[in-house]
């Protein structure tokens, strides 16, 4: 079920909370089966401990879409973080970026976030039940 404070934007750096995944899905050149001869892909994924709507971003950017019920997102990182996330994997964490929405045939999930940091969950339980969504004004 969806809160309202659960909506999230897409020109906002947020916060999200849930449990780290690496997962295959065909790529180029058909984007439709591995057997079939089409290139893996694996990134790293986030399935959310409660699912999350975004309004739509950036009038200047209008691919940014509005998504509801997400509760897979696709995590962009640059390579230097992926040693570190593969110690994480199958576990919690507190992921911070950018949302953004799918544009291209790499992009396996309904939302996607440019990420800026991670980090372990608060252990502050009136923080991680209540609030696993946080959202910050995005400095330019």
């Given amino acids: 079920a969806l809160r309202v404070a659960d909506q999230l934007d897409h020109v906002w ?3 999200l909370v849930g449990v780290l995944e690496r997962r295959t899905y065909p790529g180029p050149p058909n984007y439709e089966s ?3 001869g089409d290139r893996a892909e694996t990134s790293y994924y986030l ?4 699912p999350i709507c ?9 691919d940014e879409e ?9 995590l962009v990182v640059q390579p230097a973080m992926s040693s570190r996330l593969r110690q994480r994997l199958g576990h919690s964490i507190a992921a911070t970026g950018r949302l953004f929405s799918p544009h291209t045939g790499h992009h396996h999930a309904p939302l996607l976030m440019q990420v800026q940091s991670v980090d372990a969950p608060s ?9 696993p969504v946080v959202i ?3 400095l330019n």
Avoid at 54 to 62: E, H, I, L, R, Y
């Fill in 66 to 74: 509005a998504v509801s019920d997400v509760g897979l997102v696709q």
């Fill in 47 to 50: 399935r959310l401990t409660r």
């Fill in 136 to 138: 910050t004004p995005r």
């Fill in 34 to 36: 591995i057997r079939g």
């Fill in 13 to 15: 750096v947020a916060e």
């Fill in 123 to 131: 252990t502050d339980p009136t923080n991680a039940q209540r609030h």
């Fill in 54 to 62: 975004t309004s739509a971003g950036d009038p200047q950017a209008p």
